[in-house]
């Protein structure tokens, strides 16, 4: 990631709320340098505008959510990419408006971007394994799967696919299914880039990736951890120390503080000999 777009991921990570396809598009111009991100979002507003006489002429929430559905998926096309899920393209907003393929948490950004310029009241879920998305009016919510073609679930749906995902039976807990932010989505997002990138040993896109999570969550622990050792094995070793000390900073009684303690101390000498 260049500085210019360092800076300007930054600026918007410090955002509250975070615009989710601005967002959006600018994980993607990290790989995409090029990327015209007025020209995407005017796409998705132009989803909208030809959208607009179906779900507005719809009598209620259900309805308009149909209309949605039938409007992005059966006229526009867009679909999940089962055959080829771990393609990256998948989790980029400009791939997936050019391709109409993507998975379940970017055409949920999609859902999410073209509901709202409707008036809809969509929000992110946050579900094991799988992205949904909420609709919520004044007589309840719906939750809804775009990776499959905008089908509603009923509570009984949702308790199947939780019993496939942990091969048990799983009681349907609220947590599940609270809504999540801009923040959440983006970082979710660049969490299936990591582990994408990842399992191709690709640890300069990995280090990106998390380059941005903190960005979007500096607490982030995990990720923290991650990309001090990614840092040490890339013998960015003052960096690696760095992250280091700052998660001991964060939590010195952490069951791994022990062994946090000795990477400074190694790193904190190998900087030392390299002066």
């Not at 989790?91 to 859902?111: A, C, D, H, K, T």
């Not at 879920?125 to 905008?150: C, M, Q, W, Y």
């Not at 959440?184 to 660049?190: Q, T």
Request: negative net charge; proline residues 5%; glycine residues 6%.
């Amino acid at each position: 990631m260049n500085d210019s777009l360092r800076h300007e991921f930054a600026t918007l990570a410090a955002r509250e709320p975070i615009p989710l396809a601005r967002g959006a598009l600018l994980i993607a111009k990290d790989e995409y340098p090029d990327l015209d991100l007025e020209n995407y979002l005017d796409q998705l507003a132009a989803l909208a505008r030809e959208a607009e006489p179906v779900v507005r002429s719809a009598e209620g929430t259900v309805e308009k959510i149909q209309a949605l559905s039938e409007f992005l998926f059966s006229g526009k096309g867009f679909e999940g990419n089962r055959e080829q899920y771990g393609d990256p393209r998948n989790s980029f907003l400009n791939q997936v408006l050019e391709r109409r393929l993507g998975i379940p948490i970017s055409l949920s950004v999609l859902y999410i971007e073209v509901g709202h310029r409707l008036g809809l009241n969509l929000y992110g879920v946050s579900f094991p394994t799988h992205f949904l998305v909420k609709a919520v009016d004044d007589r309840g919510e719906l939750i809804i799967d775009p990776f499959n073609e905008g089908v509603i679930l009923g509570l009984e749906e949702i308790r199947a696919r939780l019993q496939q995902i942990y091969r048990q039976p799983v009681d349907v807990h609220p947590e599940m299914l609270k809504p999540v932010g801009a923040r959440h989505i983006l970082a979710r997002m660049l969490r299936n880039l990591k582990n994408i990138y990842a399992r191709g040993a690709d640890w300069q896109r990995v280090l990106s990736a998390l380059d941005r999570i903190l960005m979007l969550d500096p607490r982030s622990l995990e990720e923290l951890l991650e990309r001090a050792v990614l840092y040490e094995r890339m013998e960015c070793f003052a960096p690696a120390r760095d992250d280091f000390q700052s998660f001991l900073t964060q939590a010195p009684d952490h069951p791994a503080a022990e062994t946090v303690r000795e990477a400074v101390i190694r790193l904190t000498q190998q900087v030392s000999r390299m002066n």
